[in-house]
């Protein structure tokens, strides 16, 4: 994506920056502006401002929310740049976490007593996920990451963020292989923001199968940006019970949509 606000977009919209700052910019800014109209048009540049702002608000909303608890969740982090010993590495997607306001959303959406379910982040990351799930009563909070050095940012923002507000006392990131991890027998919301690709989903959906088939415990599958829900579409112990196409989110530079599965009595 073009870069027109480069660094300067937080301090604008958080306004911040002094008058004499704000001249400056848009005298910087304007040039750059009717290059960019003149070589792709009009409508074009609209949307690379929309996508702009997008970034810029959301850049600023993810430092407040790090900041307001003291954590390290925000940016996105390539797998490349990661030490994984694993050979799925190539079938997993980058870090990038869920924006709060979104996870939060989406969880409204379950009509459930938190107190009777686990909750499991499939891919976890920073643990963004994790913290937030803990601030909701669940029996107890599991991240599940592949990636040593996210897990070790994960485990500190549960240690040392700020824990006034966390509401679950059993929290736990674990270091492994998505597909290696035993779905519990008991009642669980497993969450997924897009991690990995349809391959690994089906491992993923077989072990769900094994765990669910043990006692029928109730299962519900939150899957954001589900690019590959057809493998849960597929089960026939599970029903989609929502989902939007597009979440509305005007903080991100995309908008992606979510389905949630139950497993049928
Ligand atoms: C899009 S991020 C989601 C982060 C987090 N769940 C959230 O919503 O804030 C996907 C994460 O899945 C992890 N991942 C991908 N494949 C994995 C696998 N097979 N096992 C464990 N973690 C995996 C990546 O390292 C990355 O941190």
Redesign the pocket.
Known sequence: MMCLFQDQGCSVLSGEMAPCGDKKMIEDLLPKLFRHIRTNGLNATSDVIAKNLRHSIRSTLEERFDHKFQIDTAGSIQ?EDLTID?D?KAR???????PPHVFRYILSKLDIDHREFDFV?F???KG??VFLASQYPFRRVTG????PE?VEVAKHNIECGKSGCLNCENVDVLCM???QFEIPDSKAVLYF????DAM?MKAIAQNLETSFLKNRAEKYVIYYNPQNEVVFERLPFMKKVASEKRVVDFASPRFHGYSIFRTID
């Open positions: 797998l694993s799925n997993g997607v980058y870090y990038e976490p869920t982040d891919g976890c990351g963004r996920v599940i990451e592949f990636a996210l292989d998505a597909t923001y897009n991690p990995f690994i």
